[in-house]
């Protein structure tokens, strides 16, 4: 078969047509029935991070490797390629986490056959929890790099719903937790990894969790955003 090169014009579209793929699709041409059971099992918002971690990756390639035996200006030129695909993959993932629904998704059952964790059948939003959960650097976590362009795209309306069930998601990982377990860490790294981003961390105060009326002391421990994450301490009898 002949190699198939895609120029840069044609990346939203051919983006777009692999997005509108329905990956549940039963076909009775062979073809397609190949090509619908080759694609992988995983959620668009998934699909999407690989695709940004590959293309960081051949970025990386370009400018240590490539560098040195291709002309800077090839270089230059393939990098703002892959800068506009990584930019393209961004936007897309910010549409799949506020609207599911856009495009076909792999049948929940199928992705809850597969993940043990809850939040990992879940879209929107809350699929970013269990990626915060784990270490940045890890295949299951979320590059910092990416964080960082996807709040640059965020505006304050956006941030509730890119961002908002996230960290409520994480806050109510933290209430399961206390100081006794180590695990604790873990919804608190997610937390201070989204706040490291400045944009991030002054948006919070907006968000309707972030100081719950009429509630007691008590209650804000557990209602409150941040209550969860205060609330944690050496003594088990205060928690």
């Known amino acids: 078969k002949k190699s198939f090169k895609l120029s840069q014009s044609h990346l939203e579209s051919a983006l777009v047509a692999r997005l509108n793929i329905d990956p549940n699709q039963m076909s009775d041409d062979e073809e397609t029935f190949q090509a619908i059971s080759k694609l992988p099992r995983i959620s668009l918002f998934d699909y999407l991070l690989d695709c940004w971690k590959r293309a960081s990756e051949i970025k990386s390639n370009l400018l240590t490797r490539s560098s040195k035996t291709l002309e800077p200006s090839v270089v230059n030129e393939r990098v703002k390629v892959m800068d506009?695909?990584?930019?393209?993959?961004?936007?897309?993932?910010?549409?799949?986490?506020?609207?599911?629904?856009?495009?076909?998704?792999?049948?929940?059952?199928?992705?809850?056959?597969?993940?043990?964790?809850?939040?990992s059948t879940e879209l929107g939003s809350r699929q970013l929890v269990s990626r915060l959960l784990s270490d940045i650097n890890s295949p299951e976590g979320l590059p910092l790099d990416f964080i960082q362009e996807l709040a640059a795209k965020v505006d304050e309306e956006q941030f509730d719903q890119i961002f908002?069930?996230?960290?409520?998601?994480?806050?109510?990982?933290?209430?399961?937790?206390?100081?006794?377990?180590?695990?604790?860490?873990?919804?608190l790294n997610g937390l201070a990894t989204l706040t490291e981003i400045k944009s991030l961390a002054a948006m919070l105060p907006t968000l309707r969790s972030w100081n719950p009326q009429n509630s007691t002391a008590k209650a804000y421990e557990v209602m409150s955003l941040l209550g969860p994450f205060c609330r944690i301490s050496v003594f088990p009898s205060d928690e």
């Open 164 to 187: 908002g069930s996230a960290l409520i998601g994480l806050a109510a990982q933290m209430r399961t937790k206390n100081i006794l377990n180590n695990d604790y860490l873990k919804p």
């Open 84 to 119: 506009a695909l990584k930019d393209l993959l961004v936007n897309y993932a910010c549409l799949v986490i506020q609207y599911p629904d856009m495009f076909p998704q792999i049948n929940e059952k199928f992705l809850m056959h597969f993940f043990t964790n809850d939040s």
